[in-house]
């Protein structure tokens, strides 16, 4: 196949300006765009220059409709209300939309699934192929360990994240309820203060940190009577995210129109 087309959302940001470097540097992709909010600062700058990965000759835009009309593939870091809006774009051009964007509301879902009958749509709280293979093991241990453990999932990332719990963790606790057979969403436990009483069988805890520069770390606790065990992931550099975001945008180019995830892209379903 030829160069994928490529376009990048979210230009500015930590994770735009790495995915713009990884694009341009990858062998079978072509940035052609770069977009980010309207009446942002980096507007018009070479998307290269900005990535500090050299001169591509690729303004950052505002204009996602123009942006997107010559494309094959958007891959999309950002924030909930843009990744929706940039969804409806998608589906019109049929093209490939990667989200790694965080913090989407349970009713979103319903957007994806009727924009996943007209594009390709890799979703995941995380791209990493790292965290997606420890979603599989929570999963595995989850079920064979059954209400006996408790699962308690608690993350850290740097100060400027802006949504808690993060995608990932709750990856994992979806990952862990699965395991069980049970609903995240009515069995999961965010905060606790004050005095709570006993832990209730069977649900799912999560404790959130934030500060500094940190990447990503995220422990899946299962303890039992006696024993306990973690398993964990640590993000080193953004470089693990970038990379599974461009092998979601490949692997789903021939695939027909869908909402995809990243174990379908690594073959672990």
């Not at 087309?5 to 052609?32: D, F, I, N, Q, Y």
């Not at 436990?189 to 520069?213: C, M, N, Q, W, Y």
Request: with cysteine.
């Amino acid at each position: 196949m030829a160069e994928l087309r490529t376009v990048v959302a979210g230009a500015s940001g930590r994770m735009g300006k790495a995915l713009l470097a990884a694009t341009l540097a990858h062998p079978e992709l072509k940035l052609v765009g770069a977009l980010e909010r309207e009446g942002a600062e980096t507007v018009g700058q070479d998307a290269g220059l900005l990535a500090g990965a050299g001169e591509a000759g690729v303004a950052v835009s505002d204009d996602p409709i123009e942006v997107l009309a010559h494309c094959d593939a958007l891959i999309d870091f950002t924030l909930p209300d843009a990744s929706l809006a940039l969804l409806e774009l998608a589906a019109q051009a049929r093209i490939v939309h990667v989200i790694g964007t965080t913090g989407f509301a349970p009713e979103d879902e319903t957007k994806f699934r009727a924009a996943a009958r007209h594009c390709r749509i890799v979703k995941s709280g995380n791209m990493s192929v790292g965290v997606n293979l420890v979603a599989g093991l929570v999963r595995r241990a989850a079920a064979a360990l059954g209400p006996d453990f408790d699962i308690e999932i608690l993350e850290m990332h740097h100060r400027h994240k802006v949504d808690a719990p993060s995608g990932t963790a709750l990856l994992l606790g979806e990952a862990a309820a699965e395991g069980r057979g049970i609903a995240l969403a009515e069995n999961a436990v965010r905060v606790r203060d004050g005095h709570t009483g006993p832990r209730p069988e069977g649900k799912i805890g999560f404790a959130t940190l934030r500060g500094g520069s940190v990447v990503g770390e995220h422990s899946v606790i299962l303890a039992g009577e006696g024993e306990w065990i973690e398993i964990a992931h640590h993000a080193l550099d953004r470089s693990i995210y970038t990379r599974g975001a461009l092998k979601a945008a490949l692997w789903a180019f021939d695939k027909k129109p869908g909402l995809y995830h990243m174990a379908d892209v690594l073959g672990l379903h």
